[in-house]
């Protein structure tokens, strides 16, 4: 196999994550398959990802960087309801989009994953700011954003494992969902 000194830890963690979401799972990426789509020897990839926890930590942090970015692109220049609407979309779009990063942005990071709780401070900060914009300051802005976050991650995943088969417009059952949602805020 050809050496790669192009190689570095960011493209190693971008092919994990194309590998990853192309599989549906973290789990069914090994760091021998990955090694081999990279054309090179396992213990060269050590190099770059210290082990398969490692790996995943990368890919948990390249996970939050994307919905990050995908958030605050969809929120940009908007507030209150009209906001949570494009971020609500945007989350919704990503769950589908990066089906085995997203498992892994959903758990709070440990203290010392500092950048995954940089990221995660990012993402309660921009929300916090939203819910702001809705008059909802404090304990019932973190209580607000847990509920959103909920009935996000609760519909993505019912969709992900095929939980509604019905006939009728699940953009319509999501739409309604997340005003219902708005309805009852204070």
Do not use: C
């Amino acid at each position: 196999m050809p050496k790669r000194r192009w190689l570095n830890r960011e493209l190693v963690i971008k092919r994990a994550a194309e590998l990853v979401d192309e599989a549906g799972s973290v789990t069914a990426v090994s760091l021998t398959g990955l090694a081999h789509t990279l054309e090179i020897r396992t213990p060269s990839l050590y190099n770059h990802v210290a082990s398969l926890e490692d790996l995943q930590v990368g890919l948990a942090v390249y996970g939050a960087r994307l919905l990050l970015a995908d958030l605050r692109q969809a929120a940009q220049g908007m507030v209150g309801q009209e906001a949570i609407m494009a971020i609500a979309a945007a989350y919704r779009q990503f769950a589908h989009s990066h089906p085995g990063l997203y498992p892994l942005t959903i758990r709070a990071p440990e203290p010392e994953e500092t950048e995954l709780v940089a990221l995660s401070q990012e993402l309660i900060q921009l929300l916090l700011l939203i819910m702001s914009s809705l008059g909802l300051q404090g304990d019932d802005a973190i209580h607000a954003i847990r509920g959103l976050r909920a009935i996000l991650h609760g519909f993505t995943s019912l969709e992900a494992a095929g939980g509604y088969k019905m006939a009728l417009d699940q953009e319509e059952s999501f739409r309604r969902l997340v005003s219902a949602y708005l309805a009852g805020l204070p």
